[in-house]
C-alpha cells in the first residue's frame, strides 16, 4: 500500500465506516466510530511502515510484467510509487529529506479519514434515525416503503 | 354571558386547539362541533398520514360535556339541516377545508368553495344574521407573492391585508373563491363575518407543513444554513402558532371593530436561516453556514423545486402521495413576508409573538411525544 493508495483508502473507509457505524455499530455502543478510526489507521500506519523498512517485501509484485520494483529499497520505490501495481510508474526515487514528506502524508492519513467520516456524516446522517442528504435524494418508492414499514410498527 | 357557539372541522389539529382553547377561557361557551363522519374523513385527510397513521390530532377533546358534536359533510346540504335545526348561533367558527396542496383544484373548489356556499345558504335561512357572528378561516398565501414596498436601504416590508389577490397554487385559489363567496354575503346580506388569513401553522400535534420542515432537518441530521446575499434578498419564514390562531379567533369574534375585515395572522417576521438555525440547535444536528449569492441561490432552489417536482409525478403514478408536496417547496423560491400590525393594533397579544418562543414549544412537543425520534 503506497502513500497514494493510502490517502485515497482513508477517504473512502471514512466515509464507509460512518456508514456503517450509523447503519449497525452505534446502537451497541457509540465509541464504535472512535474504535473504527484507530484500529484503521493503526492497520495503515503499520503496514506502511512495515513495507517502507523493507519488512513486508513487495518484490514479489514483479511476477506482473510491467512491474519493476528494484532489490534494494523496494519498499520505498513501492510507497511512492504505488501505482505500479495498476501500471502507473512515477518513476519517483527516494532521496535523503524526503523522510519528511513522507511522514506527512503518514500523518494525513488521519485527516483524510475524518474528511471521510465527515462526508459519510452528511450523506447517510450520524444517529440511528437518522438518513443524511440521502432523505432529499432517496426514490420515491422507498419513502413510501419507509412510511408502510412505520405505520406498521406503530 | 352564555353563547352557543358552531365549530366545523372540529377534528382537524385548528378545530380542536380552538375547543381546548374554548373550553379552558369560555366556561359560559357551549359548543357544537361538527366535522365529516370518520370513514370519509380518513379517506379526505390523507395528508395526516403523510409520514405516519400513527400521528393523531387530539379529538379526544370532543369527548367533554360542554361539546355536542353532529357529524356533517358542508358538500351535502341534507347533513347540514341536523346542525342549523332548533338552534340560534351567537358565533360559528367556520374552520372546515380542504387543506392539502397534493389535492386537485375541483376537489379544492367542491369542499373550500361549495362547501361555505351550502354552509351560508343554511346559515342565511335559519340563522339571525343581526346577531350572529362568522369567523372564516382563509390563508396567507391568497396574496401569493405580492409586490412589496421597500424601505430606503431596499429591504421589503411586509404586505399587509390590502395586498390584492394573487393566490400561487390551487388550495389557495380555492381558499381566494371562498373569500369572494363570504364577501359576497358580507355585502349583500350585511352577515356580521370576519376572515382571518394564517400564515403556515405549528404547534403541537401539527402534521402537515411545518411538521415537514422539522422532520426533514431531523432525518437528515443537518440544517441546511444557506445565507443568502445581499441580506435584502433573504426569505421570510411566515409562521403562526396554532394557539395563537385560536385565541386570536375568539378575540376577532368578540371584536365589533374587525366586521369585515381580513386579518393577517403571523408572527414577526423571521427569517429562513434564522430559523432553520435555530431549529437545528433545538434538534441537536448540524448546521453548516453557507453563504450564497442570490443568483446561485435561484439556480440551486430551482433545481430543487425540479427534483421535488419530478417526486410528485413519480408519487402520482404510484398511486401515493410525495414526501414534500411541490407548493411547499414555494417556500424555497419565494418571498413571502406579511404584517401582523392590523391584528396587533386592534389590540390582540401573541403568547407566542416571536419565532423562537413558538418553535421551542413546539419541538419541545414533539421530542417529548416522540413525534420527532430522537436517541433518548
Same mark, same amino acid.
Given at each position: 500500500m503506497g502513500f497514494a493508495e493510502g490517502l485515497i483508502l482513508s477517504f473512502t473507509l471514512g466515509w464507509i465506516n460512518s456508514y456503517l457505524y450509523r447503519k449497525y455499530l452505534r446502537k451497541r455502543n457509540k465509541d464504535w466510530i472512535v474504535f473504527l478510526a484507530v484500529i484503521f489507521l493503526f492497520v495503515l500506519w503499520t503496514v506502511d511502515s512495515l513495507i517502507y523498512s523493507n519488512i513486508i517485501d513487495v518484490s514479489w509484485l514483479n511476477f506482473l510484467p510491467w512491474v519493476n520494483i528494484p532489490s534494494v529499497e523496494g519498499g520505498k520505490y513501492f510507497l511512492w510509487n504505488s501505482f505500479i501495481a495498476f501500471g502507473i510508474d512515477f518513476q519517483i526515487t527516494h532521496q535523503p529529506g524526503m523522510e519528511v514528506?513522507? =511522514?506527512?502524508?503518514?500523518?494525513?492519513?488521519? !485527516?483524510? $479519514? $475524518? !474528511?471521510?467520516? @465527515?462526508?459519510? @456524516?452528511?450523506?447517510?446522517?450520524? @444517529?440511528?434515525?437518522?438518513?443524511?442528504?440521502? #432523505?432529499i435524494y432517496r426514490p420515491v418508492k422507498k419513502f413510501i416503503r419507509d412510511r408502510e414499514k412505520e405505520s406498521k410498527n406503530s | 354571558m352564555s353563547k352557543l357557539v358552531l365549530v366545523d372541522g372540529a377534528k382537524g389539529h385548528t378545530g380542536? !386547539? #380552538?375547543?381546548k382553547e374554548i373550553l379552558e377561557t369560555k366556561p359560559d361557551w357551549n359548543i357544537i362541533a361538527t366535522d365529516l363522519p370518520i370513514d370519509k374523513r380518513d379517506e379526505l385527510m390523507a395528508k395526516e398520514t403523510i409520514f405516519s397513521n400513527r400521528f393523531k390530532y387530539m379529538t379526544e377533546i370532543l369527548e367533554n360535556e360542554r361539546i355536542l358534536f353532529i357529524p356533517a359533510d358542508l358538500t351535502q346540504k341534507s347533513t347540514l339541516i341536523h346542525l342549523f335545526q332548533g338552534k340560534r348561533y351567537d358565533i360559528i367558527f367556520h374552520i372546515a377545508s380542504l387543506y392539502d396542496y397534493f389535492a386537485e383544484l375541483e376537489l379544492l373548489r367542491k369542499i373550500n368553495v361549495e362547501g361555505i356556499q351550502n354552509l351560508l345558504e343554511i346559515v342565511y335561512k335559519t340563522q339571525d344574521l343581526n346577531k350572529l357572528r362568522f369567523i372564516s378561516w382563509s390563508t396567507c398565501g391568497v396574496y401569493g407573492e405580492p409586490k412589496y414596498q421597500k424601505n430606503e436601504k431596499g429591504y421589503p416590508l411586509p404586505a399587509d391585508e390590502t395586498a390584492p389577490y394573487e393566490p400561487p397554487n390551487n388550495y389557495s385559489v380555492s381558499k381566494m373563491e371562498q373569500e369572494l363567496v #363570504?364577501? %359576497?354575503?358580507?355585502?349583500? +346580506?350585511q352577515l356580521k363575518a370576519t376572515i382571518i388569513r394564517p400564515a403556515p401553522i405549528m404547534g403541537p400535534y401539527q402534521i402537515y407543513g411545518v411538521f415537514h420542515i422539522m422532520q426533514i432537518v431531523n432525518k437528515s441530521g443537518f440544517g441546511p444554513g444557506i445565507h443568502i446575499y445581499p441580506k435584502k434578498k433573504r426569505l421570510a419564514m411566515p409562521l403562526i402558532h396554532v394557539e395563537d390562531l385560536a385565541r =386570536?379567533?375568539? !378575540? #376577532?369574534a368578540e371584536?365589533?371593530?374587525s366586521l369585515g375585515e381580513a386579518y393577517n395572522l403571523v408572527l414577526d417576521p423571521c427569517f429562513q436561516e434564522d430559523f432553520l438555525e435555530y431549529l437545528a440547535d433545538l434538534l441537536n444536528v448540524d448546521y453548516f453556514n453557507f453563504p450564497v449569492w442570490w443568483p446561485f441561490y435561484k439556480i440551486f432552489s430551482k433545481f430543487l423545486y425540479w427534483l421535488n417536482k419530478r417526486k410528485n409525478e413519480k408519487a402520482k403514478k404510484l398511486n401515493s402521495r410525495p414526501p414534500i408536496d411541490l407548493s411547499m417547496a414555494e417556500y424555497t423560491t419565494h418571498q413571502y413576508l406579511f404584517s401582523n400590525k392590523k391584528v396587533k393594533d386592534l389590540g390582540f397579544k401573541f403568547k407566542f409573538p416571536d419565532f423562537r418562543s413558538a418553535l421551542k414549544d413546539t419541538v419541545d412537543w414533539y421530542?417529548?411525544? @416522540?413525534?420527532?425520534?430522537? %436517541? +433518548?
Amino acid at each position: 500500500m503506497g502513500f497514494a493508495e493510502g490517502l485515497i483508502l482513508s477517504f473512502t473507509l471514512g466515509w464507509i465506516n460512518s456508514y456503517l457505524y450509523r447503519k449497525y455499530l452505534r446502537k451497541r455502543n457509540k465509541d464504535w466510530i472512535v474504535f473504527l478510526a484507530v484500529i484503521f489507521l493503526f492497520v495503515l500506519w503499520t503496514v506502511d511502515s512495515l513495507i517502507y523498512s523493507n519488512i513486508i517485501d513487495v518484490s514479489w509484485l514483479n511476477f506482473l510484467p510491467w512491474v519493476n520494483i528494484p532489490s534494494v529499497e523496494g519498499g520505498k520505490y513501492f510507497l511512492w510509487n504505488s501505482f505500479i501495481a495498476f501500471g502507473i510508474d512515477f518513476q519517483i526515487t527516494h532521496q535523503p529529506g524526503m523522510e519528511v514528506i513522507a =511522514s506527512f502524508l503518514l500523518i494525513s492519513y488521519s !485527516f483524510w $479519514y $475524518y !474528511f471521510g467520516s @465527515k462526508l459519510g @456524516k452528511v450523506i447517510h446522517g450520524s @444517529k440511528i434515525y437518522q438518513q443524511g442528504h440521502y #432523505l432529499i435524494y432517496r426514490p420515491v418508492k422507498k419513502f413510501i416503503r419507509d412510511r408502510e414499514k412505520e405505520s406498521k410498527n406503530s | 354571558m352564555s353563547k352557543l357557539v358552531l365549530v366545523d372541522g372540529a377534528k382537524g389539529h385548528t378545530g380542536t !386547539f #380552538l375547543i381546548k382553547e374554548i373550553l379552558e377561557t369560555k366556561p359560559d361557551w357551549n359548543i357544537i362541533a361538527t366535522d365529516l363522519p370518520i370513514d370519509k374523513r380518513d379517506e379526505l385527510m390523507a395528508k395526516e398520514t403523510i409520514f405516519s397513521n400513527r400521528f393523531k390530532y387530539m379529538t379526544e377533546i370532543l369527548e367533554n360535556e360542554r361539546i355536542l358534536f353532529i357529524p356533517a359533510d358542508l358538500t351535502q346540504k341534507s347533513t347540514l339541516i341536523h346542525l342549523f335545526q332548533g338552534k340560534r348561533y351567537d358565533i360559528i367558527f367556520h374552520i372546515a377545508s380542504l387543506y392539502d396542496y397534493f389535492a386537485e383544484l375541483e376537489l379544492l373548489r367542491k369542499i373550500n368553495v361549495e362547501g361555505i356556499q351550502n354552509l351560508l345558504e343554511i346559515v342565511y335561512k335559519t340563522q339571525d344574521l343581526n346577531k350572529l357572528r362568522f369567523i372564516s378561516w382563509s390563508t396567507c398565501g391568497v396574496y401569493g407573492e405580492p409586490k412589496y414596498q421597500k424601505n430606503e436601504k431596499g429591504y421589503p416590508l411586509p404586505a399587509d391585508e390590502t395586498a390584492p389577490y394573487e393566490p400561487p397554487n390551487n388550495y389557495s385559489v380555492s381558499k381566494m373563491e371562498q373569500e369572494l363567496v #363570504l364577501k %359576497e354575503y358580507i355585502n349583500k +346580506y350585511q352577515l356580521k363575518a370576519t376572515i382571518i388569513r394564517p400564515a403556515p401553522i405549528m404547534g403541537p400535534y401539527q402534521i402537515y407543513g411545518v411538521f415537514h420542515i422539522m422532520q426533514i432537518v431531523n432525518k437528515s441530521g443537518f440544517g441546511p444554513g444557506i445565507h443568502i446575499y445581499p441580506k435584502k434578498k433573504r426569505l421570510a419564514m411566515p409562521l403562526i402558532h396554532v394557539e395563537d390562531l385560536a385565541r =386570536s379567533a375568539i !378575540f #376577532l369574534a368578540e371584536n365589533e371593530q374587525s366586521l369585515g375585515e381580513a386579518y393577517n395572522l403571523v408572527l414577526d417576521p423571521c427569517f429562513q436561516e434564522d430559523f432553520l438555525e435555530y431549529l437545528a440547535d433545538l434538534l441537536n444536528v448540524d448546521y453548516f453556514n453557507f453563504p450564497v449569492w442570490w443568483p446561485f441561490y435561484k439556480i440551486f432552489s430551482k433545481f430543487l423545486y425540479w427534483l421535488n417536482k419530478r417526486k410528485n409525478e413519480k408519487a402520482k403514478k404510484l398511486n401515493s402521495r410525495p414526501p414534500i408536496d411541490l407548493s411547499m417547496a414555494e417556500y424555497t423560491t419565494h418571498q413571502y413576508l406579511f404584517s401582523n400590525k392590523k391584528v396587533k393594533d386592534l389590540g390582540f397579544k401573541f403568547k407566542f409573538p416571536d419565532f423562537r418562543s413558538a418553535l421551542k414549544d413546539t419541538v419541545d412537543w414533539y421530542l417529548n411525544n @416522540k413525534w420527532l425520534e430522537s %436517541e +433518548y
